[in-house]
């Protein structure tokens, strides 16, 4: 005979089980992005310090969980190297941010 406390029971059991499999964490890893700031102001991310495309631009290496969060991080690097009057990086000596 099925009884209102075990459905009760049982309905608990179903939610805790649904929100369980709905809420899954999805972990992103983190990895070294190249972030390049062009001449005429637009960024970009993808690619190799050294190619031939950043030869005119300010280059960062970036750990990062996306390429989004990656331009953020070099766009606030490119903001303090600008406010403290410090050179901005090259292709040829690149912004390096270790993984911590």
Do not use: C
Not at 46 to 65: H, K, L, W
Request: charged share 30%.
């Amino acid at each position: 005979m099925w009884h209102r406390s075990t459905s009760k029971i049982m309905g608990a059991a179903f939610q805790s089980a649904v929100k369980t499999k709905n809420h899954k964490e999805t972990h992103m890893e983190t990895r070294l992005w190249t972030v390049a700031r062009f001449p005429v102001g637009s960024w970009t991310t993808g690619g190799r310090p050294e190619d031939s495309d950043y030869e005119f631009s300010e280059v960062y290496q970036i750990p990062a969980e996306s390429r989004e969060k990656a331009t953020k991080k070099a766009q606030a690097v490119r903001s303090r190297l600008k406010k403290k009057g410090l050179p901005f990086p090259t292709q040829k000596q690149p912004y390096r941010e270790d993984f911590k």
